[in-house]
């Protein structure tokens, strides 16, 4: 199997992986910038990846305005670009392996079933509180409704094609792979421990992948050395450690920087218009003005 094979690759590789569902913003150019320039440092080469998982958001339009914009900004990196969309036999095979491992079950739940199911329970299991960990990938962890299902009712009801999830059983999962680590060039070597975030859904009822496998099956298949990406997406990692230990997948190192905030104090969002490239371009700004922006909201 593809993904297997353990990477060696001769050049340092860092990337971008901006997702088609609105345009950039300084928020995403500063991501995009860190990136880059760490290539740039060490000589590395900069890839470009397309997270378009999210078939009900991607839109063409802004595929488009990615390249755009990072060709305006003076970024330039090496093809082809991956889409993710046009990859999911790479996902498939390691869900394949997982479910091999014995650490796969399909949920059938929906939010409402989730949240309600929690509230019956008065707490969010794992000991933590209500509304989950603050910074967990999944926020509240899933109470497990459906991983204790017998065997032969999953297979039926998977079998009358009722729409189902699939989950990683964490604890199996933990038990299989044992302690690791992984190296962040902020925080040193930080332990792994994924537990908080319970039985995470690696395949979603509408597309058999998620951000958590994608991200890392992608990350070995690119041979990505370095991860460079912002502080909110720090506790995933986590996540992402776990799937490249029971995968046989590369561990690269990471880089977790600050998010750029406005003068409210809150992060970009693609919503705000008066902050995407696209908007700033055309009011007049500059690629120089964009960049000594960002330096000075990241106070670099």
């Known amino acids: 199997w593809l993904i297997m094979a353990k990477r060696s690759p001769k050049t340092a590789v860092t990337r971008f992986a901006p997702s088609p569902t609105g345009f950039l913003h300084l928020g995403h150019a500063y991501s995009a910038l860190f990136a880059w320039e760490a290539a740039e440092k060490a000589n590395a080469r900069f890839i470009l990846r397309i997270e378009d998982i999210d078939a009900g958001r991607r839109r063409p339009e802004f595929e488009d305005a990615i390249f755009e914009d990072l060709q305006w900004l003076g970024l330039a990196w090496k093809e082809p670009v991956r889409r993710q969309s046009g990859c999911m036999d790479d996902y498939a095979g390691a869900l394949d392996k997982l ?11 929906t939010r409402k079933d989730i949240r309600e199911e929690i509230a019956r329970a008065g707490q969010a299991p794992h ?11 999944e926020g509240a962890p899933y109470p497990g409704t459906c991983r204790n299902l017998p065997p032969q009712a999953r297979a039926d009801r998977v079998c009358s094609g009722e729409p189902h999830a699939l989950r990683l059983h964490m604890e199996n999962a933990l038990e299989q792979a044992g302690p690791h680590t992984w190296s962040d060039r902020e925080k040193g070597v930080v332990a792994s421990r994924p537990k908080p975030f319970g039985d995470v859904v690696l395949a979603r009822k509408d597309i058999k992948t998620s951000y958590h496998l994608a991200c890392a099956v992608d990350d070995h298949l690119q ?3 370095l991860v460079t990406r912002g502080e909110d997406l720090f506790e995933a990692t986590h996540v992402h450690r776990l799937l490249q230990a029971l995968l046989g997948l590369d561990t690269p190192d990471y880089h977790h920087h600050r998010l750029l905030t406005g003068a409210d104090g809150k992060r970009f969002a693609k919503r705000e218009r008066s902050l995407t490239l696209r908007h700033l371009r055309e009011s007049g700004k500059s690629p120089g003005d964009i960049k000594r922006d960002i330096r000075r909201m990241a106070g670099i």
């Open 99 to 109: 479910d091999r491992l014995g650490l796969l079950y399909p949920c059938f739940c």
């Open 223 to 225: 041979g990505v050395t």
């Open 127 to 137: 000991g933590l509180p209500p509304h989950g960990h603050p910074n967990g990938p």
